[in-house]
């Protein structure tokens, strides 16, 4: 295994992870594009954008893309977060050269009108789609209660206003700003002939012009609430529970995502002791997510809406004895051995290890290898665990409750804003 | 490809099948147990016995109480869980490869040695309710469990969750005469797939499962699905949209010319139905068909969920594209097609879960198994031809349709349901 790298002229960078005795290989392009780049007026462009990359580039028609990701064999699609917008493809190391050439040109997508109308409906089926199943956008709500003015505020899918008034202009600007070669990095793992990939990317994205795409990365504040939202339709109660936690710079976040396993893990974490296994919730889980400038705990719970006051008290009592009495060396050992096992196991595939190489490239311009990471994670003690404790508040959070619920913890229920008819094109 | 990979195979004496496929080249094995104990075989008044037993057998086994059953795993690097199928209540999971015959010594214990303790029976009853109520707010996965009951109508389109009265009712003793009747081991199959040593790996296998006691196989009454057509009212942004027809099981000689026009259809981007739905008409986020197997009956599933204004004219595409279908595949498509399929055999190679699965699959619909390399002959002998004339013989008809929303929909005209009973 080794890990290579290069940058064009241009800023655009390649790195990639290269084992010559894997099967397959990815190819993956990140892209620092995400709802936290947005504004209000082009809310949802990232994601919406990510959607017209497929649909035909000036060589390609959309019925051309589609195609040749099929004739590659490829297991192909793309995603945007908050933060960036990733592009992949697993495929046979044979198919090298096409897959280079078709994702690379997708970067460069033209934006037809009559394809950007045709996709604006397709966001808001997506949109529709979300509005039916759970937790119902508690975890949007929550996300923009707990930002409340800052960037990451901003959903990802946008709302029925944002994506029905967009134009294609909005989105043409958008995209001269965010896709310029410096804030792509192009990633590759598995069985990569590296010096083929860079020449390859060197004639095709050589010619593109760089320029800045600069993000604002301030510190959120914490944030202490709970809204009730009332869904009669739903038989479940959901909530979505956030608190602050260390950002993707910080070297703590290992710690931070230890601790989170130990408290709330889908299996032998305190949650599930308390929750799950007492069947007095269908889903109690934690995990900590980076961003940058900021990090979050993420608690989400699913119950019966008669149990759901009473157990957003046992997670509070469950924040509250770990702030008090820290994590047991035992707890400790069983978290780190489950993180490190399902590391290992899941890095078997170079289609699980792109995004690992990716995304740590894309946010720290670092490499490691798996080795390394594991590493990190043995590393971490109790005593650490106490130091995130001591610095982030788990008991202080967002909390947004979405069910048949009318009334939760004193408080009172708003009604879900119906969603606008869906537009025909 | 690795040509000529071995794939073992050992039948107990109590008929308890082991499989093993080493896959030298990886550091994990994973692996299945399949015990025959799925909700096909529970009484009609205790319907979701299978799923509460599977709860309750993973609450403290052989030497360990259900705490340190959770931590044993935990230490092992078990990446384990369970479920209840129709036919089988599974366990399985990967484990980094030094750590595979703890992880089997355990669910030994599980299915053998289970303490069912009577003090955790109602945390037990109270999670299996919760996934009742989980289930209703799954709008796609009601679809399938109504698409399932129409096709397959009782026992084998049951829910595997259950229902709640009868979830409510059941005892203590019921749970242990269903371990007692139906964890056994004629009709088990344990599969693993990854780093093993096979001689090993039979003899610990043996250690653990020769001397499981065998039980008389219970008979099945079977009952159709009195109605081709259901809709659910349910006040959501989306109608839901479930259609299902006859195909051949994955024991039929047709099977993969069956498959491959449920690719033309459904796999990739360029597929009809991404293609028709999505991409041309805009009409669906999701949209999607797949073969279904039972070991004696197949069946298409397809869905789509698309908002209600425009549900009508979705049904109609679909139906539309079932119909082109039945008029032939186009050679690029399946030149598509195939490159996919087989890109998708070179990656199981990659992934001990993957083939501990479809190996165990294979032995319960074939009793044999296909190796990778006879799947890519397989694929490279299905054509144009073979698909087309598959699709003369069997043109999709018989169609049942569920959809979940404010409105029911109108089948197209012409189109005939499925015959009830």
């Known amino acids: ?99 280079t050439a078709l994702l690379s040109d997708m970067m460069r997508p033209v934006l037809r009108q009559e394809d950007f109308d045709v996709e604006k409906q397709v966001i808001l089926e997506e949109i529709a789609k979300y509005d039916d199943q759970p937790p119902y956008g508690a975890h949007d709500k929550c996300m923009t209660a707990h930002f409340q003015s800052h960037p990451l505020a901003r959903i990802v899918l946008g709302t029925v206003a944002s994506v029905g008034g967009l134009t294609r202009q909005q989105m043409l600007d958008y995209f001269h700003q965010r896709y310029r070669p410096g804030n792509l990095v192009v990633a590759a793992t598995g069985h990569v002939d590296f010096d083929r990939l860079v020449r390859q990317v060197e004639r095709q994205c050589g010619d593109w012009q760089p320029g800045p795409a600069p993000r604002e990365t301030p510190p959120a504040a914490a944030h202490h609430s709970l809204d009730l939202v009332y869904k009669p339709a739903a038989t479940q109660q959901y909530v979505v529970q956030l608190a602050a936690a260390p950002d993707l710079n910080d070297d703590r976040r290992y710690a931070a995502r230890v601790l989170a396993t130990v408290l709330g893990d889908d299996s032998g974490s305190r949650m599930f002791w308390e929750l799950i296994d007492t069947g007095r919730a269908d889903c109690a889980a934690m995990g900590a997510y980076e961003f940058q400038g900021t990090g979050l705990f993420m608690t989400y719970l699913s119950c019966l809406p008669e149990d759901a006051a009473e157990n957003l008290k046992h997670l509070d009592r469950i924040f509250q004895h770990a702030h008090r009495d820290g994590v047991t060396q035992d707890e400790l050992d069983r978290a780190k051995s489950k993180i490190v096992s399902h590391l290992v196991l899941q890095s078997e595939r170079p289609g699980n290890r792109l995004f690992a190489v990716g995304n740590n490239w894309m946010q720290r311009r670092e490499y490691r290898t798996l080795r390394q990471t594991l590493d990190r994670y043995r590393a971490v003690t109790c005593d650490d665990l106490r130091a995130i404790l001591a610095d982030y508040r788990l008991d202080v959070h967002t909390t947004v409750a979405i069910g048949p619920l009318k009334r939760l913890a004193g408080c009172e229920a708003r009604p879900l804003p119906p969603t606008d008819p869906v537009r025909q094109p | 490809m690795t040509e000529n990979q071995p794939i073992y195979v050992e039948r107990f004496e109590n008929d308890l099948v082991l499989l093993a496929e080493p896959m030298d080249w990886l550091e994990s094995a994973a692996f299945a147990l399949l015990v025959p104990a799925g909700c096909n075989y529970e009484s009609p008044d205790a319907l979701g016995l299978a799923n509460l037993t599977c709860e309750m057998v993973q609450r403290g086994c052989g030497p360990r109480d259900s705490r340190q059953f959770i931590s044993d795993l935990e ?313 087309n004339r598959y699709l003369a013989e069997h043109p999709p008809s018989d169609f049942v349709l569920v959809t979940l929303g404010p409105q029911a929909l109108e089948m197209p005209l012409g189109v005939s349901p499925a015959h009830p009973g």
Request: glycine fraction near 8%.
């Open chain 2, 75 to 387: 230490l092992l690097g078990a990446d384990a869980s369970a479920s209840v199928s129709n036919a089988h209540t599974s366990f399985g999971g990967a484990v980094p490869a030094e750590s595979l015959e703890g992880a089997l010594s355990i669910y030994a214990d599980v299915v053998r040695r289970p303490h069912l303790p009577e003090d955790q029976l109602e945390d037990a009853r109270l999670g299996c309710l919760q996934e009742i109520h989980a289930l209703e707010d799954d709008l796609p996965q009601r679809v399938f469990e109504q698409l399932r009951q129409l096709r397959y109508g009782d026992p084998f389109g049951r829910s595997t969750c259950g229902q709640r009265p009868s979830v409510q009712r059941i005892g203590l003793a019921a749970i242990q005469e269903f371990v007692t009747q139906m964890y056994r081991p004629n009709g088990a199959i344990l599969s693993v797939a990854g780093k093993l040593d096979w001689p090993r790996l039979r003899q610990h296998v043996a250690r653990l499962f020769a001397d499981w006691q065998p039980r008389r196989l219970p008979a099945l009454v079977e009952t159709p699905a009195e109605t081709a057509c259901r809709h659910v009212p349910v006040d959501s942004s989306q109608t839901h949209i479930g259609i299902g027809f006859p195909s051949v099981p994955y024991s039929h000689p047709d099977y993969f010319q069956a498959r491959g026009a449920v690719g033309v259809l459904s796999d990739g981007t360029s597929s009809r139905l991404f293609t028709q739905v999505r991409e041309v008409r805009g009409l669906a986020y999701a949209v999607y068909a797949a073969c279904h197997s039972l070991r004696d009956r197949g069946s298409v599933f397809c869905y789509a969920g698309t908002v209600n204004e425009r549900a009508q004219e979705t049904l109609e595409v679909l139906i539309a594209e079932f119909q082109n279908l039945a008029r032939g595949i186009q050679p690029d498509e399946l030149l598509r097609l195939k490159a996919k399929l087989k890109s998708g055999l070179v990656m199981q190679q990659e992934s001990s879960s993957s083939r501990s699965g479809s190996i165990a699959a294979d032995w319960y619909h074939l009793g044999r198994i296909y190796s990778l390399d006879e799947l890519g002959r397989i694929i490279d002998q299905v054509t144009c031809t073979s698909i």
């Open chain 1, 1 to 99: 295994m080794e890990f290579r790298q290069h940058t064009l002229d241009n800023g655009l960078e390649i790195v990639a992870e290269c084992t010559p005795r894997a099967y397959s290989m990815a190819l993956g392009i990140f892209v620092q594009a995400g709802s936290r780049d947005e504004t209000e007026e082009n809310n949802g462009v990232s994601h919406f954008l990510e959607h017209m990359a497929f649909k035909g580039t000036a060589q390609r028609t959309a019925a051309d893309v589609n195609r040749e990701l099929d004739e590659i064999g490829s297991m192909s699609n793309a995603y945007t977060t908050e933060e960036q917008t990733v592009y992949f493809a697993n495929f046979l190391p044979e198919y090298q050269d096409q897959a």
